[in-house]
């Protein structure tokens, strides 16, 4: 839309609007005039003219721009409705925890009281593990549990609240109840902090000949089998900001 050639385009109808702000302006000689609203005022008429086309009569090219403007601009506003770049962010750190759960056993529990659980009985006093990591890897509760799909946690058609807090049983990357993880919003905060500013700060590429090996080894936390290496290089434009 705003290209040279879209702009050299619209030469006319600048030169008109900007003809009629001093045609304005020689009227109003010897009175005081906003010049910020003069200019934001002729600018708009520019764009509007544009946004709606054909403000020059018989002027093919004016259609075509005012048309072009109606689609980007409709894009726009679609887009704006839709989640953003931050949302898709913090739902891949919600994947990432489902995926890769860190302990895949919660902290043991022991049953106060007997119960039914399933169509099986804990009696009172039993030690209890809670496996999350097979809760995730459950195709009845979650589609395709082994794909990375971050928009699963979008929340567009379900009324799930995927928080961090261990009210949803399906989801609990930090547990839940009184022995919850107690850092959780540090982790929470810090996980995503981190990432962000080493992508926003860092391009990334592996060592010669390695691949990303996401293969993990069980144990009271889950770890990566092989230590991902990559070789960073900066992004930012001056060395100064890393400092
Ligand atoms: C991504 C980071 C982290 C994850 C995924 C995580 C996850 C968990 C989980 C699942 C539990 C068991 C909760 C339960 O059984 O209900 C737990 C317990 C715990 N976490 Fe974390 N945690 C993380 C970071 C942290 C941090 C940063 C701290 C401390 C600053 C912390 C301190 C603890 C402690 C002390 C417990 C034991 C709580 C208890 O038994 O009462 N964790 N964590």
Redesign the pocket.
């Known amino acids: 839309m705003l290209s040279n050639s879209n702009l050299e385009a619209s030469y006319n109808l600048r030169k008109d609007k900007v003809q009629k702000a001093i045609r304005d302006v020689y009227t109003k000689i010897g009175t005081s005039i906003d010049i910020g609203e003069l200019a934001f005022v002729t600018e708009l008429n520019v764009v509007m003219n544009l946004l709606w086309g054909g403000t020059i009569d018989g002027d093919d090219k004016q259609d075509k721009i005012g048309a072009e403007f109606r689609k980007v601009a409709s894009k726009f506003v679609d887009l704006m409705g839709k989640p953003n770049i931050s949302d898709f962010f913090s739902n891949s750190c919600q994947e990432t925890?489902r995926l890769h759960?860190?302990?895949p056993l919660?902290?043991p529990r022991i049953s106060s009281q007997s119960c039914m659980l399933g169509g099986y009985t804990i009696p009172k006093g039993s030690r209890v593990f809670?496996n999350?990591w097979s809760v995730y890897m459950d195709p009845l509760v979650w589609e395709n549990p082994s794909n990375f799909n971050p928009e699963r946690f979008l929340n567009i058609d379900n009324d799930k609240l995927w928080d961090y807090l261990?009210n949803s049983f399906e989801y609990?990357?930090?547990?839940?109840?009184?022995?919850?993880?107690?850092?959780?919003h540090?982790?929470e905060k810090?996980?995503m902090y981190v990432l962000a500013s080493l992508l926003h700060s860092f391009d990334r590429k592996l060592p010669e000949g390695e691949n990303v090996d996401l293969s993990e080894t069980f144990g009271i936390v889950i770890r990566k089998t092989k230590p991902l290496i990559a070789i960073p290089s900066p992004r930012l434009s001056s060395l100064s900001m890393y400092e």
């Open positions: 925890f759960p860190r302990p919660l902290v809670l999350t261990g609990l990357p930090f547990g839940s109840g009184r022995r919850k993880c107690p850092g959780l540090l982790a810090m996980v």
